[in-house]
């Protein structure tokens, strides 16, 4: 088969033929050959008067000698230096810098970059060695005398109040010469020449006026005083009426000076503007040019009349202005800012100007109307700007605003269909409409809008409220797969907000039937627990309270055995509901998770605390049948007969929990129960009992010591805590009882140890330390001691904000408030810390710093007893009834179970009656005030 010869000629040719010749090549140079001109370049005649070709001609004598002209006039100043080309590019000139010289440099770059880099390790090392030898030969003063600055903390308050004043060493010549020789100029001089003649001389009897009565001064005279300042003052009227004449000129009988307004339009002539006037001459200039390069730039005149804004000269602002309109008439910017320099009655006029120009702008229109004050005005412009352009969403609903409800409907029924893809007309029409109308209106909106959500859930609103609640659920199922077949992503959170709306707007089965059909979707089924319950939270602290319970409702459907869904769910009816739906949702609950007890105390509480104490029974009753050996039911059963002074029925109940369910905390309770019923033999008989099945439980010899300290048996106290410590020598309040019980007993030093012992069975505990310090200023000891202890103290915990706390008020007055400063430092969210701040700002009468620290403590903080009580100590020294009240109820509300002074009152044996109420009102009442 023959190949035809074109296709052969395009596979043999070669890759060089039709590309364009390199820069510089001239052909047959490898053999020698250089540039050359023959005729056929020339051509194959030319006129006597043509321009000859002289490309390769030698260079004339001229040129020559203008060459060397050139290199001797060369530019060498230093100006003219650049550090890459030298002076003005004139070195490489002649050889020029290419790519090749630019790949050469960065080659050697990297080379050296890299060398830099295997020296530099060596190279930091050897500068540090310098410095460090610089500065030990070399160093600072303020090290100098680091060791003197140190030892300032022990100069007392005294030698530093005797520590003399510097005076100046310097001589009288050197001090200030010109202060001593400075005389000012006497009144007299000016008293002399108040009738306005000029003297050439002063009068040397006329000297400077003593000040002092009864001291004269030889040269110098003493003025009266009241004649001299009047006189003054007369000269001074004098002289402006004389300058106002000067200046003012009599044209027809009118002054050209106000001499009433002078000062006035001086004050007006200041400039507003206070920078820099040659960057206004600069940016004025540049502005300028570029109107002058490109005048078809709106911004530039924009800029422009902005800058002479801004400098004062409005006028020329609107010239300016009204000038770029004039070469730029379509530009909706420029008229914008043309209308908003002039004044209303001339911007009126330039806004119907730029509408004939630019008739189809809706935001002129906008301003148009806005220029407008009547209402009647502002609607005519609007019809005369949707006569121009109808289509536009944002006039249309600008033009409904202003019109009255019967009005609105008719012009939105025009609105829909001039722009029938605006939801939000289709939407205000629908509300505006009786049901039957708007159902039609929706059903056309759906029609032209297939995919969007909120025309379905406004259709499923406006049935639930006309009372067809059947029909919201088909309503949102047909929407979930009308948008579904228009390929219409359905978004969890979008759907959300859309419920949370409902919600708000009344719709709650509305909302309800939204989530059940949207929570599912995009939801894996091992993340499902964890969404929900995201969403809940979510719907809960956006205030929708109907959203979060159908989110919870779901949940529970889906996992009934779960008992966190359950307890988070009986958490937010307890919160947010009322006590009818969380003993309704505990019932429920209690029969899927009966093995869960905090569900069956929940559902006892919640009867307690509607005072219904059978009902409660019943439900601790059934929880024993669940749950036989459970200590918390016993102990709840316990704690509701003997809330109820039931203290029979709670004995009984607690003889049958030690003989079924024997634990500590049974045993402890038994005990308990005797103690506070004061029948403190058979306490102890419960109390050795049980120590002999739990030696190890701290609390059951706390109990024992304290209730033999009550009987006045101090030594088999002594020895119950000598033997406690041995059995439980991690236990803080054992330690500390058995030091307090020591010193008491003036036993110091036995107390001391016994501190120190329990430091190092417990150590950095921050109580135990505390507990010496208190130790040692209780006993009437050194207090330099206590001090030494509180700084060892802090370094062993140096972020424990019950220290800090004490150390503060341990400084004296002065310096209580930069050891707070420092305790803030180290622990800055403590609550100990913060109530020792807040007692500070007492102190110092800060009456509202305090209130807002105390605010500061209680929420950082609920359950510190102290807190609340101090806090309720100063609203009642300093706060109106209203606020004690509000700090009361905010304080039971905490139930506040911890703190020093708090502890001592509510643990208490006498007190064990007490409500939260009365254990504040002891507790402040006994608080020291903060001095």
Known sequence: MAVPSASLSTRNKKHFLGVPAPLGYVAGVGRGATGFTTRSDIGPARDAN????????????????????????????????????????????????????????????????????????????????????????????????????????????????????????????????????????????????????????????????????????????????????????????????????????????????DPKGYLTDLQSMIPSYGGDINDIKKARLLLKSIRETNPNHPPAWIASARLEEVTGKVQAARNLIMKGCEINPTSEDLWLEAARLQPPDTAKAVIAQSVRHIPTSVRIWIKAADLETETKAKRKVYRKALENIPNSVRLWKAAVELEEPEDARILLSRAVECCPTSVDLWLALARLETYENARKVLNKAREN???????????????????????????IQRAIESLRANGVEINRDHWFKEAIEAEKSGAIHCCQVIIQYVIDCNVEEEDRKHTWMEDAEMCAQQGALACARAVYSHAISHFKSKKSIWLRAAHFERNYGTRETLEDLLQRAVKHCPQNEMLWLMGAKSKWMANDVASAREILSLAFQANPNSEQIWLAAVK???????????????????????????????????????????????????????????????????????????????????????????????????????????????????????????????????????????????????????????????????????????????????????????CEHDPHVLLAVSKLFWCEHKLTKCREWFNRTVKIEPKLGDAWAYFYKFEMANGTPEQLEDVKKRAIAAEPSHGENWCKVSKDIKNWCLSIEQILVIVAKDLPTPI
């Open 50 to 257: 043509d321009v000859s070709d002289d490309r390769h001609a030698p260079p004339t004598k001229r040129a020559k000698k203008k060459e060397e002209e050139e290199e001797d006039e060369e530019d060498l100043n230093d100006s003219n230096y650049d550090e890459f080309s030298g002076y003005g590019g004139s070195l490489f000139s002649k050889d020029p810098y290419d790519k090749d010289d630019e790949e050469a440099d960065a080659i050697y770059e990297a080379i050296d970059k890299r060398m830099d880099e295997k020296r530099k390790e060596y190279r930091e090392k050897r500068l540090r060695e310098e410095l460090e030898r610089y500065r030990q030969e070399r160093p600072k003063i303020q090290q100098q005398f680091s060791d003197l600055k140190r030892e300032l903390i022990n100069v007392s308050e005294d030698e530093w109040k005797n520590v003399p004043e510097v005076g100046d060493a310097r001589n009288r010549k050197q001090r200030n010469p010109r202060a001593e020789k400075f005389t000012p100029l006497p009144d007299s001089v000016l008293a002399r020449n108040l009738g306005g003649e000029s003297a050439t001389s002063i009068d040397p009897s006329s000297g400077l006026a003593s000040m002092m009565p009864g001291v004269a001064t030889p040269g110098m005279l003493t003025p009266t005083g009241d004649l001299d300042l009047r006189k003054i003052g007369q000269a001074r009227n004098t002289l402006m009426n004389v300058k106002l004449n000067q200046v003012s000129d009599s044209v027809e009988g009118q002054t050209v000076v």
């Open 449 to 475: 809008i297939p995919t969007d959500r909120q025309i379905w859930t406004t259709a499923a609103k406006l049935e639930e409220a006309n009372g067809h609640i059947q029909m919201v659920d088909k309503i």
């Open 640 to 826: 509701l007969e003997s809330e109820n002074a039931e203290y029979e029925r709670a004995r009984h109940i607690l003889g049958k929990a030690r003989a079924q369910c024997s634990t500590r905390k049974v045993v402890m309770k038994s005990a308990k129960l005797e103690w506070c019923l004061n029948n403190l033999d058979k306490a102890l008989q419960l109390l050795n009992e049980g120590l002999k099945e739990f030696d190890d439980f701290p609390k059951l010899w706390l109990m024992k010591g304290q209730i033999e300290e009550q009987l006045g048996q101090l030594d088999k106290a002594l020895e119950t805590y000598n033997l406690a410590i041995k059995k439980c020598p991690q236990s803080v309040p054992l330690w500390r009882l058995l030091a307090d019980l020591e010193r008491r007993k003036n036993h110091i030093t036995k107390a001391r140890s016994v501190l120190e012992k329990a430091r190092l069975k417990n150590p950095k505990n921050p109580e135990l330390w505390l507990e010496a310090v208190r130790n040692e200023m209780k006993s009437g000891g050194i207090r330099d001691m206590a001090y030494t202890l509180m700084a060892k103290a802090l370094q062993e915990c140096p972020n424990s904000g019950l220290l800090w706390a004490e150390a503060i008020f341990m400084e004296p007055r002065p310096q209580r408030k930069t050891k707070s400063v420092d305790a803030l430092k180290k």
